[in-house]
C-alpha cells in the first residue's frame, strides 16, 4: 500500500515562509509526477504546482513567483517553499504523485496564515 504523509503546515503571519514536504512509503516501482493542492474553507480543491520526474514545473498563477515546488527523487519526497505568504493561501494542503501508474493522495496538512 503506498501512502504519502504530508509534513510543515502550521500558523504563520502574513509576509511569512513556510516549507510543506511530502514523503512517499509503500511498494514503489515508479513515481511520474508530484504536486500539491489546496482547499481553502467552502472552496473548491485546487492545483497549487506540479513537478515531474525531471524536474519540470507548472505553478498556478496566484502563486507564481512566491512559491518553489522540488523533489527529492532518491527519498521519494516533494517539497514545496511557500514565502511571501499572504491570507488567501490559508488552506488544507494536499500532496499528491502518480505512483506505479495510480493517483494516490494524502490527508493533508492544514496551513494558517494570520496576525
Known amino acids: 500500500q503506498v501512502q504519502l504523509v504530508e509534513s510543515g503546515g502550521g500558523l504563520v503571519q502574513p509576509g511569512g515562509s513556510l516549507r510543506l514536504s511530502c514523503a512517499a512509503s509503500?511498494?514503489?516501482?515508479?513515481?511520474?509526477?508530484m504536486g500539491w493542492y489546496r482547499q481553502a474553507p467552502g472552496k473548491q480543491r485546487e492545483l497549487v504546482a506540479t513537478?515531474?520526474?525531471?524536474?519540470?514545473?507548472n505553478y498556478a498563477d496566484p502563486v507564481l513567483g512566491r512559491f518553489t515546488i522540488s523533489r527529492d527523487n532518491a527519498k521519494k519526497t516533494v517539497y514545496l517553499q511557500m514565502n511571501s505568504l499572504k491570507p488567501e493561501d490559508t488552506a488544507v494542503y494536499y500532496c499528491?504523485?502518480?505512483?506505479?501508474?495510480?493517483?494516490?493522495w494524502g490527508k493533508g496538512t492544514l496551513v494558517t496564515v494570520s496576525p
Open positions: 499528491n504523485a502518480d505512483v506505479n501508474t495510480r493517483v494516490y
Open positions: 509503500g511498494i514503489i516501482f515508479s513515481i511520474n509526477y
Open positions: 513537478i515531474t520526474f525531471s524536474g519540470s514545473t
